[in-house]
């Protein structure tokens, strides 16, 4: 089951908004610290818990779940909640999980103030709460989220969201999620020192600049952590001073930009470099060779940035 961080964003102004509408939360026993639960917001339909369907054996204990399911372990798979509440649950909150919270051993209970400022993630199952999500922003709330999965492969995993005139926007811009998760993946082609790609780059018709942006933004994003994280030596070309060149072309020909009619500054602030703070660089090549920019400036793309090579366009 994917276990989705979430994160909550709200001013001082809309917590009291929120508390006004939905209330403080529980209070623990003899703590200031309240729990927040999505039945505050969309409240949950009184079940019997001796009836296995409607039964909830997390008590919010997420981990004791995993421990109880790792490999090599001796407890058999269960679920954790039962079937008619895990339907009721995605059918209204979009989550078959109310909130769950980190902590080491045991879930950690942290204030409703703390959580809705967005200082540390809590949790969901199967999906970020986007339901919930369109009911808070239905009810006045501003806000904005963010929630991410480590192993999920699909539109979900990754995304962003904000209140635009009284609606919550999943994925907040142009960029949809199929279109985030393939950045992703053509990332990972990238990074993959291997001749053969793994996934086959599908086209992706660009709406306007403001799309184009949001998908190069996402995609020199994940390059870069990734070069952090990986230390992919194989994609070094050459070291010249602090600057690493490196040796595999970025094929942005899978983008569609013949609806684009503004590329001013396009790549100007394009850097893949994963530790400009200690003054260590990347120069990369940019392969769109296939791009439809007949109708503009073709030296508008190529601007001052010498960490971008885009060859030669004169063809």
């Not at 996934?199 to 184009?212: P, S």
């Not at 990369?284 to 010498?306: G, P």
Request: hydrophobic share 35%.
């Amino acid at each position: 089951m994917d276990e989705f961080s979430n994160i909550i964003t709200m001013d001082a102004e809309n917590i009291k908004r929120f508390k006004k509408l939905y209330g403080d939360g529980r209070r623990l026993a003899d703590t200031p610290e309240t729990l927040l639960s999505f039945s505050m917001i969309i409240p949950e339909p009184s079940r019997d818990d001796a009836d296995s369907g409607w039964a909830d054996n997390t008590n919010q204990d997420v981990w004791a779940w995993r421990k109880m399911n790792a490999p090599g372990g001796n407890t058999a798979p269960v679920d954790v909640i039962g079937n008619a509440i895990k339907t009721w649950r995605m059918d209204n909150w979009g989550t078959t999980s109310d909130v769950l919270y980190d902590g080491n051993e045991e879930p950690f209970i942290r204030t409703l103030d703390g959580l809705l400022k967005g200082e540390f993630p809590f949790y969901t199952f199967g999906k970020p709460p986007i339901k919930v999500y369109e009911k808070m922003a239905a009810d006045g709330l501003v806000f904005e989220t963010r929630w991410w999965c480590d192993f999920a492969y699909d539109e979900w995993f990754t995304g962003k969201g904000k209140v635009e005139d009284g609606r919550f926007q999943y994925h907040a811009g142009p960029m949809t999620g199929s279109e985030n998760l393939q950045m992703q993946l053509i990332a990972h082609d990238f990074l993959d020192c291997s001749e053969e790609d793994t996934d086959d780059q599908k086209t992706i018709v660009v709406k306007n600049r403001e799309h184009l942006d949001q998908l190069l933004k996402e995609l020199q994003r994940y390059i870069e952590t990734n070069l952090y994280m990986q230390g992919t030596f194989g994609l070094i070309d050459s070291i010249a001073e602090n600057t690493i060149a490196l040796n595999k072309v970025l094929d942005l020909n899978f983008l569609d930009v013949s609806n684009v009619t503004d590329f001013s500054n396009l790549f100007a602030n394009f850097d893949v470099s994963p530790e400009p703070s200690k003054g260590w660089f990347c120069k990369i090549k940019l392969d769109i060779s296939k791009w439809n920019i007949s109708n503009v400036s073709k030296k508008a793309l190529l601007l001052d940035n010498d960490r971008v090579d885009l060859g030669d366009l004169s063809k």
